[in-house]
């Protein structure tokens, strides 16, 4: 998260300085478009705070970005399904250091390119996770976690409300759908960390194991089983093929534990909805490179259809990382990937749905490192690049227009749900 924080203007790890002016445009559709959303100011800066856009028939950043009601980091972007605000986007929490945690959200009109004060939230929340709810008396509904809460947005009336509470803390959680198996429908709430709390101010941080399964049918969070290890900073995917298909793959993140050396993990978990498990250490695969703030994708076309691409990440606050690696479901392995085109870290990956590049994954933006004769520090990116499925190759893709960090990105639907 603290890479949104360290600059207002910054060099990319492409060499290209990050441009400080925003062009302030709002009409217009985007739907189709990738939407990203970080304050990429200097923390306490007034503003004004601006999205991206990415046009796949284009190409490229578009110059028209809409602007936020608040510059906010640590925020999720969920598009609602369905009623009056179906298609746009919810917004919600967050922090910046001139409010801190925010309680407040937005919605962003892919019709009109514009944000709208949303409502606000029973309590401040940030670097939490958000989810649909798929099923149940609840469907179409929101669950918002954060720590041993939860809150729930109602598409319907466009309001929040509290949520039932969780037996654990998470912050920086993930929250994935289970697929299949006696818990289908229900949400894998997983890892995090934990600090200090009003219970006990003088807690240290430390990361979490445990697991949760929210259920869509009772509303309420039930406990689930333990992982083989504490992590947070990590990332969840449901695997798509091969003899693990719907499980749930974990994988890197950190580990709290000062008798390591290094607190990145290459280890990864394997959640099985059918046993309601996690597979054994020694069924489980291991990565070439211990990372962190990676990103994982699934590759939606070429020859290695269905593997998922690990990008990036950093093994500490100075090794940023330019590599990658392809978890194998047919073989439950890592194997190397192609180098990035550049080290980052805390950046954004997602396939391109449409347009001349669609099956390609864009990643961009995110945290670099710049030397010189002064030494090395870490800068905000505002490159990007694409990887393209027929190649296993990475190519470059267009600079973005400003230089998010810690950013949340996500695909506009591809025209009005209503």
């Known amino acids: 998260m603290w890479a949104c924080l360290l600059a207002a203007m910054a060099v990319g790890a492409q060499g290209s300085i990050a441009r400080a002016a925003h062009a302030v445009g709002s009409s217009g559709p985007t739907w189709g478009q990738i939407l990203v959303i970080c304050d990429e100011h200097e923390a306490g800066d007034a503003g004004p705070y601006v999205a991206e856009l990415y046009d796949p028939l284009s190409n490229r950043f578009v110059a028209r970005r809409p602007v936020m009601k608040t510059g906010r980091i640590g925020a999720t972007a969920t598009v609602i399904p369905i009623g009056p605000n179906a298609g746009k986007i919810l917004v919600a929490g967050g922090f910046n250091d001139k409010s801190g945690p925010l309680s407040s959200s937005e919605l962003y009109d892919p019709a009109t390119n514009t944000f709208a004060a949303g409502p606000e939230l029973p309590g401040d929340i940030a670097n939490h996770a958000a989810i649909p709810i798929p099923s149940g008396p609840k469907a179409g509904w929101i669950l918002f976690v954060e720590f041993a809460s939860s809150s729930l947005y109602d598409p319907t009336s466009n309001s929040f409300s509290p949520g039932p509470g969780a037996a654990y803390e998470y912050v920086y959680p993930t929250a994935t759908v289970i697929r299949f198996g006696p818990n289908q429908g229900k949400m894998l709430v997983a890892g995090g960390v934990s600090g200090p709390t009003r219970d006990d101010p003088r807690a240290t ?110 093994q500490d606050d100075r090794h940023l990382l330019s590599s990658t690696e392809l978890y194998d479901p047919a073989t439950n392995r890592f194997e190397p990937g192609p180098p990035m085109l550049s080290a980052r870290s805390q950046h954004f990956a997602l396939t391109v749905a449409s347009g001349p590049n669609a099956g390609k994954i864009l990643i961009a933006g995110g945290s670099g490192r710049l030397c010189d004769e002064y030494g090395c520090r870490a800068v905000l990116v505002s490159s990007a690049q694409l990887y393209d499925p027929a190649t296993n190759r990475f190519i470059p893709g267009p600079p973005m227009r400003g230089a998010p960090g810690y950013a949340v990105a996500l695909q506009l639907p591809a025209a009005p749900l209503r």
């Open 205 to 314: 941080d430390y990361s979490r194991n445990e697991t949760e399964l929210y259920d869509p049918l009772t509303n309420s969070f039930q406990r689930g089983p333990g992982m083989n290890s504490g992590r947070y900073w990590y990332t969840a995917t449901v695997i798509g093929a091969g003899v693990n298909a719907g499980k749930i793959l974990l994988v890197g993140g950190v580990r709290d534990d000062k008798e390591l050396e290094s607190p990145a993990l290459a280890s990864s978990e394997l959640y099985d909805p059918a046993s309601n498990t996690f597979a054994p250490p020694r069924a489980t695969a291991t990565m070439k490179t211990a990372r962190f703030s990676h990103t994982a994708s699934v590759i939606t076309s070429g020859s290695n259809t269905g593997k998922i691409l690990i990008a990036g990440g950093q």
